[in-house]
């Protein structure tokens, strides 16, 4: 399995040049040098609810395939989902069935994959244990667990090798860009406000979560 040259989402790209602000020999020469690729990191945690964090680029036609599942690998049967716009506060959801707080966003996939401004996720939290799969404004997913050894499994089964020297988009310049929706000019604006709406009405979720 070996690394591959990432398929950025279509809301998410490098500046041109005439994007940058003078003097942009310097931001021109690192984006040049960029190699960003498919792959996760991992890192080993203590005393904080959850035991690993990763970090992981996916292509972004596969975004949603590989966030479905991680949840469906390490999240109990009751999970919140959450939504939110870059560099605001994400909204959460109330805590429902893992099926419904995946559910609630599914029909969204196709934008939360791609618009550049848009971030989502799933988590559980319960007496000072958390499992989360969170996908960031720019693509890459970030997942707190205690279930390593399944994350692994997950990542590796859909081609995402680990590359301990991985980047992130996030470290270089780049532009971030909304994506029509439905006729709407600001394709994050409904989905937000949907999804908002559509929280209120997800069923209770189970009386006694699995852990």
Do not use: C
Not at 7 to 31: H, K, M, S
Not at 56 to 71: I, M
Not at 180 to 208: C, Q
Request: no cysteine; net charge negative.
């Amino acid at each position: 399995m070996k690394a591959e040259p990432l398929e950025f989402p279509r809301g998410v790209r490098f500046p041109r040049a005439d994007e940058i602000p003078a003097p942009r020999d310097e931001a021109l020469a690192r984006i040049a040098s960029a190699r960003i690729t498919t792959g996760y990191v991992q890192k080993s945690v203590e005393k904080v609810g959850y035991s690993n964090v990763f970090e992981a680029n996916v292509h972004a036609s596969k975004v949603w395939d590989v966030f479905r599942a991680l949840v469906e690998a390490i999240v109990p049967e009751a999970a919140a989902p959450i939504v939110g716009l870059k560099e605001d506060e994400p909204v959460l959801g109330p805590y429902t069935t893992r099926a419904a707080a995946l559910g609630v966003l599914e029909p969204y996939r196709e934008p939360l994959q791609h618009d550049g401004l848009l971030e989502f996720g799933v988590i559980f939290q319960l007496k000072g244990r958390t499992e989360e799969v969170f996908v960031h404004p720019a693509k890459w997913l970030q997942i707190w667990t205690n279930k390593p050894h399944r994350t692994i499994e997950v990542l590796e089964a859909h081609g995402i090798p680990s590359v301990p020297a991985l980047q992130f988009i996030d470290e270089y310049p780049r532009v971030s860009e909304t994506l029509p929706y439905e006729g709407h000019s600001t394709g994050w604006f409904p989905i937000v406000e949907r999804l908002k709406a559509e929280f209120k009405s997800l069923p209770e979720p189970p009386h006694a979560p699995d852990a």
